[in-house]
């Protein structure tokens, strides 16, 4: 599960370990007051259904398009994804997972390296349009690293963006083309998604911050 | 992790995995068509090379590369060096211009210790004297790891010149830390009397060895030492040690055979052997990039000071 998104930079923190349907685990002496669930297992399923709509109509199609997940949780959104368009279409996008770790903007700023995932693209880039799959959109800084990363790995005719959430808060002129849910958040609040794949459940949940624990 | 590598046993059991699994990922920048990431964009490593090397100082160099760090080499030959400039001083100069890392070689065992005194970067040790080499182990361990799933538990000779091998020290170190058997074996004057120590164990008889073996690794025999008598002839060193035909046949099925180079071809392995598909020498060269990757990543990734120890 995720710890939430209070800083672009906690991304890559490591996480705790999945736990019971329904309990919220938390990250190491943050205690949340109150947790707010803003979107169930039928409302993340739907949202994904209505994507894979979006992005066939924008595309005209499935042909050229493939989908990048960013570690770790785009990752798993981008395999739903793919699919969903495989059932709607008949024909399966190649789905690859991307690590921006290495073109982070704040290397050198935190006390340790940042942890790293695994980068596999396992088709050529080049003349597809490439749609990133993230879970959280918020200050728009992972995304400047995704389209850094990806440029290096080949010149795809395109790059859209599809979010499962987009909490507001850009520090970058960036926007999604497709968006799950929009939610209004303030900049301490933490949004939370959970994953079947990884979490055991799948929900988002806005949490108040509360003291250290 | 310690602020600066010197030795293996800077090194726990778990940043040595943390290492290698972070080597796995740059490894897979090193397939593409840009082998090039901007993760250390702005920092400055200095190769500080006291000794002649090659492929070390080549690898440290293109790790540092494709990390987009910017790479002083610093060779004595030619330099400062040659006209009579000491470790220290030339240790205050690279401080003054600000390097982050100072990658150094030399022949006197403990100096990357003593320049850890003067400079207030990373200190990356590229081999020392006869003391340590822990970037060499860290490749061969992650070659190992990459070939056989696993160190824990397997069975490695390392045999030749164990007395004067700073790869061997840095490699048994390593080894025995993460649970594999290590066993040296060499001619009883090549192999130093504490050897025991490290928690290794000693053969003079590289045959009764072989038949159990999961890593056979070979150290290069150093003829310029060969004035000073430790054994008697090359051609008989070849003939109890070298890794001939003969010997690969009594090897268990997937044995690795593994060298740090550069080789004698016909002395501590045979030239055919050299190049059969379970030798991975080549492999080892690739790796030792990653894992240098991995290596300046976490000692540099971070803030610094404070950070990291």
């Not at chain 2, 006197?108 to 970067?121: C, D, I, K, Y």
């Not at chain 2, 025991?196 to 030492?225: F, H, I, M, N, T």
């Amino acid at each position: 599960m995720r710890p939430g998104r209070e800083r672009e930079d906690e991304q890559h923190q490591p996480r705790p370990a999945a736990t019971a349907v329904g309990r919220l685990p938390y990250p190491a002496g943050v205690r949340a007051v109150s947790a707010t669930r803003i979107m169930d297992e039928e409302e993340i399923r739907r949202a994904v259904t209505r994507i894979a709509h979006e992005i066939l109509e924008r595309n005209h199609g499935a042909e050229h398009v493939a989908l990048v997940g960013i570690a770790k949780r785009g990752d798993d959104l981008a395999r739903r994804l793919a699919a969903e368009i495989e059932r709607i279409e008949g024909v399966a996008p190649p789905v690859g997972v991307l690590d921006i770790t290495f073109y982070r903007d704040d290397i050198g700023m935190r006390a340790e390296a940042p942890e790293v995932h695994e980068t596999r693209i396992g088709f050529d880039l080049n003349d597809r349009v490439v749609v990133l799959v993230d879970d959280v959109l918020y200050t728009g800084r992972t995304i400047r690293a995704a389209m850094d990363a990806l440029v290096d790995l080949g010149r795809p005719r395109a790059i859209q963006l599809a979010v499962l959430v987009d909490r507001g808060h850009r520090e970058l002129p960036i926007r999604a083309d497709s968006v799950g849910k929009n939610v209004p958040t303030r900049k301490d609040e933490i949004v939370r998604v959970c994953l079947r794949e990884q979490d055991g459940e799948d929900a988002v949940y806005v949490e108040e911050p509360g003291g250290s624990a | 992790m310690n602020k600066h590598l010197l030795s293996i046993n800077d090194l726990t059991a778990e940043d040595i995995v943390r290492i290698l699994d972070v080597a796995e990922s740059f490894r897979e920048v090193g397939t593409r068509v840009i082998k090039k990431v901007p993760a250390l964009r702005g920092r400055t490593v200095v190769n500080l090379f006291y000794e002649n090397s090659t492929r070390t100082r080549i690898s440290f160099e293109l790790a540092a590369k494709r990390l987009s760090a910017d790479v002083i080499n610093f060779t004595t030959s030619g330099t400062s060096v040659a006209k009579g400039e000491s470790l220290k001083d030339t240790a205050r100069t690279l401080q003054a211009m600000g390097a982050d890392a100072i990658v150094i070689r030399h022949s006197s065992s403990g100096a990357p210790h003593q320049l850890t005194r003067w400079v207030s970067g990373r200190v990356l040790n590229a081999g020392d004297g006869t003391h340590e080499h822990p970037t060499q182990a860290l490749l061969d361990l992650y070659t190992i790891r990459d070939k056989l799933g696993r160190l824990e538990g397997l069975r490695a000779a390392i045999v030749g010149d164990v007395l004067h091998s700073r790869v061997a020290r840095s490699l048994t170190f390593g080894l025995v830390k993460m649970g594999a058997e290590v066993t040296l074996v060499g001619p009883p004057t090549l192999i130093p009397p504490e050897a025991p120590q490290w928690g290794a164990q000693v053969s003079y008889d590289l045959d009764a060895v072989l038949p159990k073996l999961d890593v056979c690794y070979l150290l290069r025999v150093q003829r310029e030492r060969q004035r000073q008598r430790f054994f008697p002839s090359v051609r008989e060193y070849a003939r109890r040690y070298g890794l001939t035909r003969e010997r690969v046949a009594a090897l268990p099925e997937g044995c690795l055979i593994m060298h740090p180079g550069p080789m004698n071809r016909g002395v501590e392995i045979d030239s055919d052997v050299a190049d059969l598909p379970r030798s991975v020498i080549e492999e080892q060269v690739t790796n030792g990039i990653a894992v240098r990757m991995a290596l300046l990543y976490l000692m540099l990734g971070g803030a610094g000071e404070g950070g990291g120890a």
